[in-house]
């Protein structure tokens, strides 16, 4: 295969759950760093966006995910809250992902936000697996950091494998009494049909590998027609955030789902009122892997293209809202494309 994989749209990955299932730890864990640590009393309270290339997919989860089965450039995950006065937020995060992880902590079980999260993807349409998270929680679990989970349930007694395959029974069981026929992933043929349960923990990275190598190839299987769509038109993307960035202003940080976004295109945002028209006065991209929520160091960009999660400084911003569509203009008619602003 010679396409080129940044011709490919990355794959939008939403992460949802009930509050304290570990969204943001399993997300930490992929980055390898604490964003949690970031957050007021550790309650994600917006929705945020990291981008996993492919060698990183690659690297952590090893043998599992070999990148020259891949033509996508990796996954942008949303990270989205789970207390109960998100919901906006939550169905905002999910009507933007082309799959979805939904963590489940095994202790914990199904809560009020976990069903509340499964309307939203069932609503959508949109393909998904659960993270049954905490495995480590187990009592008597004997821990191997990052090993994928077959290698690990192997190393644990009878005891400790029953009692988990229990509390994983039992999540296949309200998956199944919410009307989805699910199962371990292994046993999974098709995940269009039915939902695979990776056991996982956020906390030791035992399970990991699998989940990424299960979201790589749910992406690649089913997603490829949309992959494949035109990545090169004008952007299409949804605002996350209004704020203030020193030396620039308001600023938008936003999840790009489609086309590209450049550094002197003119951006139809929608507005508190009307929509507002402005110039793009700079593209902050976040490093790789940076939460870009709690990112301080952005590189300015001449070009990003979808799927990607980028901060915008333009002027004119003070009246732009979370949750706003944001078009590019380029070479549209400008009324058209506030009309389309407009209509959304
Ligand atoms: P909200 O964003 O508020 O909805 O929560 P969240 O789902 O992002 O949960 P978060 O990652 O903040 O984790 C909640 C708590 O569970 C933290 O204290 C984590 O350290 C802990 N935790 C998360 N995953 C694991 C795990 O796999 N094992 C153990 N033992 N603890 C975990
Ligand atoms: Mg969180």
Redesign the pocket.
């Known amino acids: 295969d010679t396409r080129d994989p940044t011709s490919l749209r990355t794959p939008i990955v939403a992460v949802l ?10 997300l ?1 864990k992929i980055r390898g760093s604490a964003v ?1 640590e970031g ?1 007021a009393g ?3 309270q917006h929705i945020g966006a990291t981008a996993v290339p492919l060698d990183i997919v690659s690297s952590i989860a090893g043998d599992l995910v070999d990148p020259e089965d891949f033509d996508l450039p990796g996954l942008l995950f949303i ?5 109960h006065s998100f919901t906006t937020l939550r169905s905002r995060g999910g009507a933007l992902a082309d799959i979805a992880i939904l ?1 489940v ?1 095994v202790n914990d079980g199904f809560q009020p ?1 976990t069903l509340e999260a499964l309307d939203i993807l069932r609503r959508s349409e949109t393909p998904f697996i659960v993270a049954a ?5 187990v009592p008597g679990w004997n821990e191997n950091e990052d090993s994928p989970i077959n290698a690990t349930y192997e190393s644990q007694t009878d005891r400790v494998q029953g009692r988990l395959d229990e509390q994983l029974y039992e999540i296949i069981g309200n998956l199944s009494d919410e009307g989805f026929s699910a199962d371990l992933y292994w046993r999974v043929q098709n995940f269009q049909r039915n939902v695979g349960v990776v056991p ?5 990275g035992e399970g990991v590998p699998d989940l990424l190598a299960v979201m790589m190839g749910l992406s690649q299987r089913y997603m490829k027609e949309e992959m494949e769509i035109d990545v090169t038109g004008p952007g299409v993307g949804t605002v996350l955030e209004v704020k203030e960035e020193k030396g620039f202003g308001k600023t938008v940080d936003i999840v790009l789902y489609d086309g590209t976004i450049r550094a002197d295109d003119q951006l139809v945002v929608g507005g508190q009122n009307d929509p507002i028209v402005t110039d793009v006065r700079a593209l902050l991209q976040p490093r790789p892997l940076a939460e870009i929520r709690t990112e301080s160091r952005f590189e300015k960009v001449d070009e990003v293209s979808a799927a990607a999660g980028i901060k915008v400084a333009a002027p004119e911003l003070d009246d732009a809202m979370a949750g706003a569509p944001v078009r590019v203009v380029r070479d549209r008619n400008l009324e058209d494309v506030v009309h389309e602003v407009q209509a959304e």
Not at 79 to 83: E, I, K, N, S
Request: charged fraction near 25%.
């Open positions: 759950g009930h509050v304290d299932h570990g969204k943001t730890s399993l930490d949690i957050e550790a309650i994600t990270d989205t809250p789970g207390h963590v902590d936000q998270n905490k495995i480590d929680t996982v923990s956020a906390m030791t």
